[in-house]
């Protein structure tokens, strides 16, 4: 990377997890060219400490717009994860056709039925449907198939469109299309601050300058501090969640529960907490003595198998928990969202030709930053 | 793999390795005995590639003498030590999940 | 049993012993707790129940532990055996797990004393059943009594080695092959730290010794070696090796490797303490004072764990840390303990002294972990040398970002016998020093625990509930 005046490329993302990658590669397929910048792991990084859902069926609640491309996300994941294979090589073990989110007992299950209610309800009125719909214990007991359930799970909620993926090996595949296709892609390089002169944006960089004339901001939290070097604010905050990750285990789950499911190579993922504690990823006993509870409570026959791993990641969370969109600068923009993996497969599609000086695609428009009157 | 150094005048407790019968010295550990005592030359087959594996640090670092004592799976076989009436079990494939 | 203690130390090698010897001497309430079935650790391993004739082959090395142990048994601190510890937070707090059930109890003050290891470095047929470490053997024999079945061959570098195979000449098992990889070129960049050395000349005399010893013994001797590989279909076979002007093969049915000894950092990781890279030795240890001081305020380190000194030296400093958290505790007044202090460091000095000449002698040679492609380097993992130079060439800079990408330090052993390695090869790849880089997370439970063990984990305080279901 060169410093001081000259410049090789058209935009920078600042951001190399799911949200950076997806859109650089969007960016890259347009025929530009993008330089994609990633810091050293630091605590910040909620594509390192996720899930891995590919889920639509509880986003949206009260937001039409953030249900609707939650769905679409879903749907075009398939195609998308396709053309990453093909392009990388790398199967992403993808999954799709099923996805339970599980209630124990008969409070959590009434509690899950208003939700999806009230999901099923805003999608009439536009005249459309939610792919979801409440299944009881027998139900789940019979998707699951052969190993016994805990006797307090009384059932939950399902959608025929959700699945999961291998967030590791997505992200790996998206990168490795993006340089594949001529983006340039720099890890352990981090932004301290951005100017603009001349109608270029300089960044200040750990491996030295960059002078482009357009900036995409996907640092996630890392945001925050980005915004501020634009004399911004923006409504994100940080939400830990806990994980334990297990051993590899013979193959008994073959779809994803939100609170529980089994990876590729066998292991078992189980969250995750929700706990307000600002920018530390700490992974405390309590929360782990309560994941492995719950655990026991949905599959009592994991009791003997290993915990291996655990730890805590940031959550994303915009001010209402939907997408932001955004320009923040005569060219610059800000994207985050805590749904970086399902929205990926649009990520790409959608947004750079709007990155580039296209018009505001519609499915977004409601993604801006006005909306929290800041 | 190992063999007594000298002919082990200690008491010996009685172990059951996989179904079979064996008189072992007291106090020796779990590992020792699978290698020793038993005529076998690995204590379970790798999760990942299924290979066959041994101990290979017997101190309580490497994690390849995970064994299987009394119905509990994963337990690091060079950190116990024999208990009369033991039932040991090689580890070969992943663990199931049970009732 | 108790949750409320002065000191809960952990690890019951010298280290451990001497600072609880010491810390119940001043009259705290001390808990000792170690993942093994008997005291001692690894070097004064199972020290107690040693017969008169282990004891003779073993030597005063091994002898001289029994004295300690006496005290430690004399003393009024508690011991627990069997415990593995998982957890530890900068409040005091541990977590272990024994007989199948854990709990979390607290102390003032902690001491980690969890020892040392050796240095894993993969090479080709490493996870073959038969190829162990050199400690392996001693380990085998002080615990059950038991040798291995020859032909052994062993390989790599350092005074371990040595010993290792001295002890195998005592025991009658045969061998067939010392492969000593110790660069020739070794010798003059320790001049230096020769004179130092020679202030223990028994030291460096019991080095010359171990070498007569093989060559008397007539067992073969190769110096020099720059690689060797083991070979079998499921288990092993046979041993290749190469010099720099020949190469050969040979018969094996146990092959002994040791490439010299690394603190076990794995609790000082997990709780974050800042940890620095030694050049010479090639390791990262935690960053503490010579009382064991760390930056943070309830947790010292002593011993092997601390920095590779060795037995004695890990017995002082273990009387170190006890004092100073002593002093804290307001259970030994400040100037008797700089007294005690005082004298001892002498002593620990004096000890110290051949240190600098035997780690430059004996440092790790360059390019040992240079690697062909389909060198297993994650055991647990399957994870190849290979895997890891793609996931560089995909962009990885940070051993985290490789572990992520290849599973690399996500089996079993959470990174164990793989972290060095990955640090290393990133290392010669990018140009760098492990210093550089951050070394690969450990978080708990720094063991494996199984998830009922988990569920039915006793707490010190029950916390509210955080459970919340987030989609």
Same mark, same amino acid.
């Given at each position: 990377?060169?410093?001081?005046?000259?410049?090789?490329?058209?935009?920078?993302?600042?951001?190399?997890?799911?949200?950076?990658?997806?859109?650089?590669?969007?960016?890259?397929?347009?025929?530009?060219?993008?330089?994609?910048?990633?810091?050293?792991?630091?605590?910040?990084?909620?594509?390192?400490?996720?899930?891995?859902?590919?889920?639509?069926?509880?986003?949206?609640?009260?937001?039409?717009?953030?249900?609707?491309?939650?769905?679409?996300?879903?749907?075009?994941?398939?195609?998308?994860?396709?053309?990453?294979?093909?392009?990388?090589?790398?199967?992403?073990?993808?999954?799709?056709?099923?996805?339970?989110?599980?209630?124990?007992?008969?409070?959590?299950?009434?509690?899950?039925?208003?939700?999806?209610?009230?999901?099923?309800?805003?999608?009439?009125?536009?005249?459309?449907?939610?792919?979801?719909?409440?299944?009881?214990?027998?139900?789940?007991?019979?998707?699951?198939?052969?190993?016994?359930?805990?006797?307090?799970?009384?059932?939950?909620?399902?959608?025929?469109?959700?699945?999961?993926?291998?967030?590791?090996?997505?992200?790996?595949?998206?990168?490795?299309?993006?340089?594949?296709?001529?983006?340039?892609?720099?890890?352990?390089?981090?932004?301290?601050?951005?100017?603009?002169?001349?109608?270029?944006?300089?960044?200040?960089?750990?491996?030295?300058?960059?002078?482009?004339?357009?900036?995409?901001?996907?640092?996630?939290?890392?945001?925050?501090?980005?915004?501020?070097?634009?004399?911004?604010?923006?409504?994100?905050?940080?939400?830990?969640?806990?994980?334990?990750?297990?051993?590899?285990?013979?193959?008994?789950?073959?779809?994803?529960?939100?609170?529980?499911?089994?990876?590729?190579?066998?292991?078992?993922?189980?969250?995750?907490?929700?706990?307000?504690?600002?920018?530390?990823?700490?992974?405390?006993?309590?929360?782990?003595?309560?994941?492995?509870?719950?655990?026991?409570?949905?599959?009592?026959?994991?009791?003997?198998?290993?915990?291996?791993?655990?730890?805590?990641?940031?959550?994303?969370?915009?001010?209402?928990?939907?997408?932001?969109?955004?320009?923040?600068?005569?060219?610059?923009?800000?994207?985050?969202?805590?749904?970086?993996?399902?929205?990926?497969?649009?990520?790409?599609?959608?947004?750079?030709?709007?990155?580039?000086?296209?018009?505001?695609?519609?499915?977004?428009?409601?993604?801006?930053?006005?909306?929290?009157?800041? | 793999?190992?063999? +007594?150094?000298?002919?082990?005048?200690?008491?010996?407790?009685?172990?059951?390795?996989?179904?079979?019968?064996?008189?072992?010295?007291?106090?020796?550990?779990?590992?020792?005995?699978?290698?020793?005592?038993?005529?076998?030359?690995?204590?379970?087959?790798?999760?990942?590639?299924?290979?066959?594996?041994?101990?290979?640090?017997?101190?309580?670092?490497?994690?390849?003498?995970?064994?299987?004592?009394?119905?509990? +799976?994963?337990?690091?076989?060079?950190?116990?030590?024999?208990?009369?009436?033991?039932?040991?079990?090689?580890?070969?494939?992943?663990?199931?999940?049970?009732? | 049993?108790?949750?409320?203690?002065?000191?809960?130390?952990?690890?019951?090698?010298?280290? !451990?012993?001497?600072?609880?010897?010491?810390?119940?001497?001043?009259?705290?309430?001390?808990?000792?707790? @170690?993942?093994?079935?008997?005291?001692?650790?690894?070097?004064?391993?199972?020290?107690?129940?040693?017969? @008169?004739?282990?004891?003779?082959?073993?030597?005063? @090395?091994?002898?001289?532990?029994?004295?300690?142990?006496?005290?430690?048994?004399?003393?009024?601190?508690?011991?627990?055996?069997?415990?593995?510890?998982?957890?530890?937070?900068?409040?005091?707090?541990?977590?272990?797990?024994?007989?199948?059930?854990?709990?979390?109890?607290?102390?003032?003050?902690?001491?980690?004393?969890?020892?040392?290891?050796?240095?894993?470095?993969?090479?080709?047929?490493?996870?073959?059943?038969?190829?162990?470490?050199?400690?392996?053997?001693?380990?085998?024999?002080?615990?059950?009594?038991?040798?291995?079945?020859?032909?052994?061959?062993?390989?790599?570098?350092?005074?371990?080695?040595?010993?290792?195979?001295?002890?195998?000449?005592?025991?009658?098992?045969?061998?067939?092959?010392?492969?000593?990889?110790?660069?020739?070129?070794?010798?003059?960049?320790?001049?230096?730290?020769?004179?130092?050395?020679?202030?223990?000349?028994?030291?460096?005399?019991?080095?010359?010794?171990?070498?007569?010893?093989?060559?008397?013994?007539?067992?073969?001797?190769?110096? !020099?070696?720059?690689?060797?590989?083991?070979?079998?279909?499921?288990?092993?076979?046979?041993?290749?090796?190469?010099?720099?002007?020949?190469?050969?093969?040979?018969?094996?049915?146990?092959?002994?490797?040791?490439?010299?000894?690394?603190?076990?950092?794995?609790?000082?990781?997990?709780?974050?303490?800042?940890?620095?890279?030694?050049?010479?030795?090639?390791?990262?240890?935690?960053?503490?004072?010579?009382?064991?001081?760390?930056?943070?305020?309830?947790?010292?380190?002593?011993?092997?764990?601390?920095?590779?000194?060795?037995?004695?030296?890990?017995?002082?400093?273990?009387?170190?840390?006890?004092?100073?958290?002593?002093?804290?505790?307001?259970?030994?007044?400040?100037?008797?303990?700089?007294?005690?202090?005082?004298?001892?460091?002498?002593?620990?000095?004096?000890?110290?002294?051949?240190?600098?000449?035997?780690?430059?002698?004996?440092?790790?040679?360059?390019?040992?972990?240079?690697?062909?492609?389909?060198?297993?380097?994650?055991?647990?993992?399957?994870?190849?040398? !290979?895997?890891?130079?793609?996931?560089?060439?995909? !962009?990885?800079?940070?051993?985290?970002?490789?572990?992520?990408?290849?599973?690399?330090?996500?089996?079993?052993?959470?990174?164990?016998?793989?972290?060095?390695?990955?640090?290393?090869?990133?290392?010669?790849?990018?140009?760098?020093?492990?210093?550089?880089?951050?070394?690969?997370?450990?978080?708990?439970?720094?063991?494996?625990?199984?998830?009922?063990?988990?569920?039915?984990?006793?707490?010190?305080?029950?916390?509210?509930?955080?459970?919340?279901?987030?989609?």
């Amino acid at each position: 990377m060169k410093s001081g005046n000259t410049t090789n490329y058209d935009i920078c993302v600042i951001g190399g997890g799911f949200m950076g990658a997806a859109v650089a590669l969007g960016l890259v397929k347009s025929g530009v060219r993008v330089l994609m910048v990633d810091r050293i792991s630091t605590i910040q990084k909620a594509s390192k400490a996720n899930f891995g859902l590919v889920w639509s069926q509880s986003k949206g609640l009260g937001n039409r717009d953030y249900s609707r491309l939650s769905v679409k996300a879903t749907l075009a994941f398939k195609a998308f994860a396709g053309w990453l294979e093909q392009e990388s090589g790398i199967d992403t073990e993808l999954r799709l056709g099923a996805g339970l989110v599980l209630s124990i007992g008969e409070a959590e299950l009434a509690a899950r039925k208003k939700l999806i209610q009230q999901m099923h309800h805003e999608a009439e009125q536009s005249g459309e449907t939610h792919p979801s719909r409440m299944v009881d214990r027998r139900e789940v007991q019979e998707l699951v198939g052969e190993t016994p359930l805990g006797e307090n799970v009384s059932g939950g909620s399902f959608s025929p469109i959700d699945g999961d993926v291998n967030p590791l090996l997505l992200l790996r595949a998206m990168r490795k299309v993006f340089s594949g296709k001529g983006g340039h892609f720099l890890q352990g390089c981090s932004v301290h601050a951005i100017q603009r002169t001349r109608g270029m944006y300089v960044l200040d960089t750990t491996q030295g300058t960059v002078e482009v004339p357009a900036i995409v901001l996907a640092a996630g939290l890392g945001n925050i501090e980005m915004a501020t070097m634009l004399g911004k604010t923006v409504p994100l905050a940080p939400q830990k969640g806990q994980l334990l990750v297990t051993e590899r285990v013979a193959p008994f789950l073959a779809f994803p529960m939100s609170g529980i499911r089994q990876t590729g190579n066998g292991s078992v993922m189980i969250g995750y907490t929700n706990e307000d504690t600002g920018f530390e990823v700490t992974t405390t006993v309590s929360g782990a003595a309560q994941l492995s509870r719950r655990a026991l409570q949905v599959f009592p026959g994991l009791g003997h198998v290993r915990v291996v791993r655990s730890w805590g990641g940031l959550r994303v969370l915009t001010g209402d928990g939907a997408p932001i969109y955004d320009k923040i600068d005569q060219n610059a923009y800000l994207l985050a969202t805590h749904s970086a993996v399902t929205l990926a497969a649009v990520h790409t599609s959608l947004l750079p030709d709007w990155i580039l000086g296209g018009p505001r695609p519609d499915e977004i428009k409601h993604f801006n930053l006005g909306r929290f009157h800041v | 793999m190992f063999k +007594p150094y000298t002919s082990d005048i200690r008491k010996t407790v009685s172990i059951d390795f996989e179904g079979a019968r064996l008189s072992v010295p007291a106090g020796i550990t779990v590992a020792a005995a699978v290698m020793g005592y038993t005529g076998e030359n690995y204590i379970r087959r790798s999760p990942a590639g299924g290979e066959k594996r041994a101990p290979f640090c017997f101190m309580g670092v490497c994690h390849e003498c995970l064994i299987e004592i009394d119905g509990i +799976p994963d337990q690091q076989a060079c950190l116990i030590q024999v208990q009369d009436g033991m039932h040991i079990k090689r580890q070969t494939g992943l663990p199931q999940v049970t009732k | 049993m108790k949750t409320f203690r002065d000191i809960i130390i952990i690890g019951a090698g010298p280290a !451990g012993l001497s600072a609880a010897v010491a810390a119940a001497g001043y009259g705290l309430d001390v808990l000792v707790v @170690d993942e093994q079935p008997s005291l001692g650790g690894q070097i004064y391993r199972n020290i107690e129940r040693a017969s @008169d004739h282990t004891l003779a082959i073993l030597g005063p @090395d091994y002898g001289q532990g029994l004295s300690l142990v006496e005290r430690f048994r004399a003393s009024q601190a508690e011991y627990l055996g069997n415990a593995i510890v998982w957890r530890i937070d900068p409040n005091g707090n541990i977590c272990f797990s024994r007989a199948g059930k854990s709990m979390e109890i607290n102390a003032k003050h902690i001491l980690i004393a969890t020892g040392a290891m050796e240095r894993p470095v993969p090479f080709k047929g490493w996870t073959l059943p038969g190829v162990m470490g050199a400690g392996a053997v001693d380990a085998n024999f002080k615990s059950s009594n038991m040798v291995p079945q020859g032909p052994v061959v062993l390989a790599g570098s350092g005074p371990l080695l040595l010993l290792t195979a001295g002890h195998l000449v005592s025991f009658g098992v045969t061998i067939t092959a010392v492969l000593d990889t110790t660069p020739r070129g070794n010798f003059l960049p320790c001049l230096p730290s020769v004179p130092k050395a020679l202030r223990r000349p028994d030291y460096l005399l019991k080095g010359l010794g171990m070498i007569v010893n093989l060559k008397l013994a007539g067992i073969r001797y190769v110096r !020099g070696v720059t690689e060797y590989q083991a070979h079998g279909s499921d288990c092993l076979d046979h041993v290749s090796f190469k010099t720099s002007d020949r190469s050969d093969t040979l018969e094996a049915g146990v092959m002994v490797v040791h490439e010299g000894i690394v603190p076990r950092c794995d609790l000082t990781r997990q709780i974050d303490i800042t940890h620095l890279w030694d050049p010479v030795q090639r390791y990262w240890y935690p960053k503490t004072t010579t009382l064991g001081r760390t930056e943070m305020r309830a947790i010292h380190v002593a011993g092997d764990g601390a920095f590779v000194h060795g037995g004695v030296s890990a017995q002082l400093k273990g009387a170190f840390a006890a004092m100073d958290i002593a002093e804290s505790l307001k259970a030994l007044p400040q100037e008797k303990k700089n007294g005690v202090v005082r004298r001892l460091k002498r002593q620990l000095y004096r000890e110290l002294a051949p240190r600098p000449f035997v780690d430059a002698l004996y440092k790790p040679r360059p390019n040992l972990y240079r690697l062909p492609p389909d060198t297993p380097v994650c055991r647990c993992e399957a994870v190849t040398a !290979g895997d890891i130079h793609q996931a560089i060439a995909e !962009g990885c800079r940070d051993p985290n970002e490789i572990k992520a990408m290849t599973r690399c330090g996500m089996g079993q052993c959470q990174g164990r016998m793989c972290g060095l390695a990955l640090a290393e090869i990133m290392s010669d790849l990018l140009k760098l020093e492990p210093g550089d880089l951050k070394p690969l997370n450990i978080r708990p439970p720094a063991r494996n625990i199984s998830l009922s063990e988990l569920a039915g984990l006793s707490l010190l305080e029950t916390k509210p509930g955080v459970m919340k279901i987030h989609l």
